[in-house]
């Protein structure tokens, strides 16, 4: 019934309040989130230097590389991407059989594992091709998916745009977007490339640690994403916004959902306590666009919610709060916006892996057992 002399070491609990609430699961040298006097970096380099100096192309390549490009090694990788955008028409079909009212991050995931079986990795020496054809690739998936369900189109040349910011807008939109538009694109990509142990590099690292393939891991890394309490939040955010007519509106609807101890998506972090850097970036991107289109009652709105936040709660937003005014003003759907996420977040979950595998051991924690003590077993005839 029970096994005697339990080689099992002893528990420690994760945290008063579960979730790995402050415990430190590994290591990693990608980056740095919350660490008191340096911020976030990548690779040691400034959030707010990349976001306004680099590339998302950069910062890819430095992600999976582990240093900034040199001119040579960045044109080559461009060249690489884009000549790396097409997808296979096995996955063209799949894509116009997923139904037009799916959700697109279950597009996504899907996209992912039907690609691993068309091109499998081949031996973990494959795994930066594989990484760099997800990421070269996964923008034309979306734009593919939602062009031909929205209008019927089936994209077929992948040639427009030079950057994957520029890339995205002009096939979602099939318009070329404007200098401001794609600068503000490549911001987000970059604010949202990589974030440390977070739930879903977590799941990706543990899938990796199993030996398993770099599909496998990246289709977990979007699964976790998907919730509202990660990548999810930045539409919930904009479904929120969109609820309110105005800043009067807004400062009463919110104090009425605090009222009723309701969460309000796109504030707080777990592991930031003062401010997501992320948030101080991308908020002035937002703020311009938005004056740019004619959106100023939207940022109004989301200033207002901002304000009652800090002055009800003391809580600030995070980098998904303002993501969702930007890709308003941006024109984008806003079922999109966790799926961009997850364009940007691949050069993260990529680099993870690799970190995983280069010094692996399975990630397998313990549980604290609370069932019931051990008991006799019941036959189903004398069952209640
Ligand atoms: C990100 C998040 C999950 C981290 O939270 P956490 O460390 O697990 O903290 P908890 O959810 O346990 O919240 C702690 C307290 O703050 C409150 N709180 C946390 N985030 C809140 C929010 N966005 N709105 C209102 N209250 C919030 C909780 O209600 C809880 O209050 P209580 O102690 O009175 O019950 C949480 O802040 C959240 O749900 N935010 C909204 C989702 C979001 O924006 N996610 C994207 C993160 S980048």
Request: net charge negative; proline share 5%.
């Amino acid at each position: 019934m029970t096994h005697e002399g339990s080689n099992r070491p002893p528990a420690q609990i994760s945290g008063a309040r579960g979730g790995l609430d402050g415990i430190i699961a590994g290591h990693t040298s990608l980056s740095t989130v919350g660490v008191s006097g340096v911020g976030l970096t990548y690779l040691g380099y400034a959030i707010e230097d990349l976001a306004e100096k680099a590339t998302f192309e950069e910062v890819a390549f430095l992600l999976l590389f582990g240093h900034l490009p040199n001119d040579s090694e960045l044109s080559k990788f461009r060249v690489r991407l884009i000549s790396q955008r097409s997808i296979p028409e096995p996955l063209c079909k799949t894509l116009e059989m997923i139904p037009a009212a799916a959700h697109p991050m279950d597009v996504l995931r899907t996209a992912v594992s039907m690609l691993g079986t068309l091109e499998p990795e081949k031996g973990f020496e494959d795994a930066v091709r594989v990484a760099e054809r997800l990421i070269a690739c996964m923008p034309a998936v979306l734009t593919y998916w939602v062009r031909f369900h929205r209008d019927g189109t089936r994209l077929s040349s992948w040639s427009r745009g030079d950057s994957i910011a520029e890339q995205f807008l002009w096939d979602l939109r099939d318009r070329s977007p404007s200098e401001l538009e794609t600068q503000a694109m490549n911001v987000s990509l970059i604010l949202y490339a990589e974030h440390e142990w977070n739930a879903s590099t977590f799941t990706a690292r543990v899938i990796a640690s199993t030996l398993s393939d770099f599909y496998s891991a990246i289709t977990g890394g979007i699964g976790a994403l998907r919730g509202p309490l990660h990548g999810g939040a930045n539409e919930a955010a904009m479904e929120l916004i969109d609820r309110m007519s105005d800043s009067a509106m807004a400062e009463r609807e919110l104090l009425a959902m605090l009222a009723r101890k309701e969460k309000v998506m796109g504030f707080g972090h777990r592991v930031y306590k003062g401010c997501d850097p992320r948030s101080d970036v991308i908020k002035p991107w937002a703020q311009k666009l938005c004056r740019a289109t004619g959106n100023e009652t939207l940022f109004a709105i989301s200033e207002t919610i901002e304000h009652v936040m800090r002055r009800e709660k003391g809580m600030f937003p995070n980098v998904d709060f303002y993501s969702a005014s930007l890709y308003r003003s941006l024109e984008i759907p806003t079922a999109l916006f966790t799926p961009i996420f997850v364009l940007s977040r691949l050069t993260g979950w990529s680099a993870h892996i690799l970190e995983q595998r280069a010094d692996n051991r399975l990630i397998r924690p313990l549980a604290e057992y609370t069932g019931p003590a051990p008991r006799a077993w019941v036959s189903l005839e004398e069952r209640d």
